[in-house]
């Protein structure tokens, strides 16, 4: 017999070695005997702001269009959001919210005032979406309405008279002149937010100033009886949690709903180079997935502040503004914030999912930034092309958890780790669906490794996970409008005993006998 030399052996065994390499190992108990709380539909709620193209040439197109469209809107970016079964859309901003003044939007589109978007590019604003089309587009999608109100550049009484405009039934001049524009009935709005971004381009303020505005515009928003809104104060962002503090002790219960909070997840974590969308290494995906995650404590920190004003628990926590946020593309205008959108956007948006549905007790409402052209969108237009996102495909997988009931779970799982920091490797959300179904939904946050899921059930008898995986060879895998399928679901089927999960992967499945 041949003798192998022993550093020959050990080079001959370290090369195997990836081959070789051992899955991610998980378990999970999940006893569907019990209940958790609802995982509120407006989670999968989507943000269109006056940025970019994302409303003009993404969404709306003008009545006179070639391009296929209802009331202005086109009809192939209508037909898609309907597919995931949009819930909300807020509008008209984000920042630019702080400067938009209604009834620059209100009458008849061609003798509307064309402004200045100063925050985003410098462009002309034309004004042709405004209110009465803003609700065109909901009630074609099928969704609630969130309107941003001014109170950085706004009065109190403008605000006011703005949501009488939209809600009044009586027989008042404001009602009168929604009428006269083409509407008789009163508006449905779902949420109202007073303010944005209080803290920065809002208006730069510290909470307890915030809180006496907040106050003191918020008294003077009337409705009908049963027609108010829930009202959003503006909460903070990233790691601070002194403004949930400040204003969920300072502002009366009585007077708002909830409190908004933004949190974009950043490769670098660098706002002046941020990381480019594609063509990024494996160090930067991890930095993404562990950034990303940091959403798990922000989320459970500011909850903890809720928890100690308002133990009750009548304020909801909204995220109404995430994502991923990337440098601008070469060649394009930097303020107009398009980018593409990757396998690793997709994972990026089923893991914070599966954390929202974890603390759905709290986070009651979410808003992507933003839903057309702009940062993590679901779909990207160019003239009369359309195409879908890998992140519009895990909303489209995702939706049967909209109002679906949580069902308790433990999860262990290896970590993904790099330099020192880790994140789990895989994450997991399960729910019983209005359908009556029990749902199962896996994210692999390792690009490279697979996972091992070992699932234990109690209070149900399934044998098999039927449902859809999403998942690519490369890390910045992605859909253009010449390659539109690159990136899409396919089929998924596994027994209970061990389930595989490819690297960067992300399923939904039902559990069935």
């Known amino acids: 017999m041949t003798q192998i030399k022993p550093k020959l052996l050990a080079l001959a065994v370290a090369a195997l070695l990836p081959v070789m390499a051992q899955a991610h190992q998980v378990s999970i108990q999940v006893d569907a005997s019990q209940q958790g709380p609802v995982i509120n539909r407006d989670i999968y709620g989507q943000f269109a702001e006056h940025l970019g193209h994302g409303i003009y040439g993404g969404l ?33 901003g984000g920042c630019f919210a702080d400067e938009y003044h209604w009834r620059e939007g209100i009458g008849a589109q061609n003798e509307r005032p064309t402004k200045v978007n100063t925050h985003w590019g410098g462009v002309e604003e034309t004004n042709a ?29 403008e605000m006011a008279e703005w949501l009488e405009y939209m809600t009044s039934d009586k027989n008042s001049s404001l009602a009168n002149e929604r009428r006269a524009n083409g509407r008789e009935a009163p508006f449905e709005i779902a949420y109202f937010g007073v303010g944005n971004e209080a803290w920065g381009c809002g208006g730069n303020m510290r909470p307890e100033y915030y809180s006496d ?6 008294t003077f928003l009337k409705t009908p009886p049963g027609k108010m809104p829930k009202l959003v104060a503006s909460g903070g962002d990233t790691s601070d949690t002194k403004w949930t503090d400040v204003l969920s002790s300072h502002i009366p219960l009585r007077m708002m709903d909830g409190i908004s909070y933004h949190f974009y997840t950043l ?28 959403m798990e404590k922000y989320v459970t920190d500011n909850i903890a502040k809720l928890d100690k004003n308002d133990p009750d628990g009548k304020l909801g926590f909204y995220v109404d503004e995430w994502g991923t946020w990337f440098n601008p593309e070469p060649g394009r205008e930097p303020g107009f914030l398009y980018q593409q959108n990757s396998m690793r956007d997709a994972v990026v948006a089923a893991v914070n999912f599966n954390i929202f549905h974890e603390h759905a007790d709290r986070v009651r409402m979410t808003s992507i ?23 519009y495909h895990v909303y489209d997988m995702y939706k049967v958890f909209q109002d679906a009931t949580s069902i308790p779970f433990t999860i262990k799982a290896d970590k993904y ?22 749902y199962l939904a896996l994210v692999n946050l390792d690009p490279s490794e697979s996972a091992s899921v070992k699932l234990a059930l109690k209070g149900v008898k399934a044998s098999k996970a039927v449902g859809q995986i999403l998942t690519a060879d490369k890390m910045d895998a992605h859909n253009s409008f010449d390659k539109p399928s690159q990136v899409k679901p396919a089929r998924y089927s596994s027994s209970l ?17």
Do not use: C
């Open 369 to 391: 930034a933003q839903m057309v052209n702009v940062l993590q969108a679901m779909i990207l237009t160019d003239d009369d092309k359309m195409v879908l996102t890998p992140t």
């Open 267 to 294: 490769p670098k974590d660098d706002w002046q180079d941020k990381g480019d969308a594609l063509n990024f290494s494996e160090h930067e995906w991890f930095t993404t997935m562990e950034r990303t995650y940091r």
């Open 213 to 218: 505005l907040y106050r003191h515009y918020a």
């Open 60 to 92: 709306w197109v003008g009545k006179d269009s070639t391009i296929p469209n209802t009331k202005g809107f086109r009809n192939d970016v209508l037909q898609a959001l309907k597919a995931i079964k949009v819930p909300l859309v807020r509008w008209p």
């Open 129 to 157: 979406v405004g209110t009465h089309e803003f609700f065109d587009l909901v009630e074609l999608l099928g969704a609630e309405a969130y309107i941003n109100g001014n109170l950085g550049t706004g009065t109190p009484q």
């Open 497 to 513: 005993d061990e389930l595989s999960l490819p690297a960067k992967s992300v399923v939904v499945a039902e559990l069935i006998p």
């Open 417 to 438: 780790a790099e330099e020192g920091k880790s994140v789990p490797a895989v994450t997991a959300s399960v729910a019983k669906g209005t359908d009556g179904k029990l």
